[in-house]
């Protein structure tokens, strides 16, 4: 669909293309999804996500330095502090005592493989468009997961709801959420846009109280309360 898309925007260039960053930042997509998945299979949601999620914007912004000796500014630091104890926060009523060790692992390499995903995205935009990035980085790290679609079984991808679902998950979820962070990524710091994308879990709190009717402890309104300061500060 994104591929699709820049293509009927006549954003795709052959051109033009670091082919080292690109082959680093599709495969960083490609680790990140069954790292996340497994991460939160083995320890749970609330452990995996908040270690994958809250890890991604400390090694982005220590990857930044590092690697383009670009050092982040004490807001970025204050923003990122707060947005993650805002995560932890949100987590902690549902949080298991511990957590699978392996999934712990794993949830890092989620959050690493997303940071390098930010990071080699954010180098690709200084010569193509969003949507030529995002096309292209996903078209490729589709093609590296598709034999993964035959080792399990897929028959409920032909029933109504399976399609439906599929499709919600491949064009808005995942197509549209990214090109949208992408398209933002060009305007901002890579280690801000990580520190940003923590609206995530903000996001699906609130929509669980709303949607779903879901009751939220008050250490989660903290977590709340905490994240968006995070967020509007750095913003």
Same mark, same amino acid.
């Given at each position: 669909?994104?591929?699709?898309?820049?293509?009927?925007?006549?954003?795709?260039?052959?051109?033009?293309?670091?082919?080292?960053?690109?082959?680093?930042?599709?495969?960083?997509?490609? &680790?990140?999804?069954? &790292?996340?998945?497994?991460?939160?299979?083995?320890?749970?949601?609330?452990?995996?996500?908040?270690?994958?999620?809250?890890?991604?914007?400390?090694?982005?912004?220590?990857?930044?330095?590092?690697?383009?000796?670009?050092?982040?500014?004490?807001?970025?630091?204050?923003?990122?502090?707060?947005?993650?104890?805002?995560?932890? &926060?949100?987590?902690?009523?549902?949080?298991?005592?511990?957590?699978?060790?392996?999934?712990?692992?794993?949830?890092?390499?989620?959050?690493?493989?997303?940071?390098?995903?930010?990071?080699?995205?954010?180098?690709?935009?200084? $010569? $193509?468009?969003?949507?030529?990035?995002?096309?292209?980085?996903? &078209?490729?790290?589709?093609?590296?997961?598709?034999?993964?679609?035959?080792?399990?079984?897929?028959?409920?991808?032909?029933?109504?709801?399976?399609?439906?679902?599929?499709?919600?998950?491949?064009?808005?979820?995942?197509?549209?959420?990214?090109?949208?962070?992408?398209?933002?990524?060009?305007?901002?710091?890579?280690?801000?846009?990580?520190?940003?994308?923590?609206?995530?879990?903000?996001?699906?709190?609130?929509?669980?109280?709303?949607?779903?009717?879901?009751?939220?402890?008050?250490?989660?309104?903290?977590?709340?309360?905490?994240?968006?300061?995070?967020?509007?500060?750095?913003?």
């Amino acid at each position: 669909t994104l591929l699709l898309f820049a293509a009927l925007r006549g954003q795709l260039k052959r051109s033009g293309w670091p082919i080292k960053t690109l082959i680093i930042a599709a495969l960083s997509m490609a &680790f990140y999804q069954p &790292f996340f998945f497994s991460a939160v299979s083995l320890s749970g949601i609330a452990v995996g996500t908040v270690v994958a999620i809250g890890s991604a914007p400390i090694i982005a912004g220590c990857l930044e330095w590092l690697v383009f000796k670009k050092v982040p500014q004490a807001k970025w630091w204050i923003a990122t502090a707060a947005a993650i104890a805002g995560v932890s &926060f949100l987590f902690i009523p549902s949080a298991s005592a511990g957590g699978s060790f392996l999934g712990i692992l794993l949830a890092l390499g989620a959050g690493l493989s997303f940071a390098v995903y930010t990071l080699t995205s954010k180098k690709l935009l200084q $010569q $193509q468009k969003p949507e030529a990035v995002t096309g292209t980085v996903f &078209f490729l790290s589709a093609v590296l997961l598709a034999p993964l679609l035959f080792l399990y079984d897929l028959s409920w991808i032909l029933s109504v709801q399976g399609m439906a679902v599929s499709l919600y998950i491949g064009v808005i979820a995942t197509g549209a959420a990214y090109l949208l962070f992408t398209t933002g990524l060009a305007k901002v710091p890579a280690s801000t846009a990580v520190t940003l994308s923590l609206a995530e879990p903000l996001t699906a709190s609130l929509l669980g109280t709303v949607l779903v009717r879901e009751s939220l402890p008050l250490v989660s309104w903290a977590g709340i309360a905490l994240l968006l300061l995070g967020i509007f500060y750095i913003s």
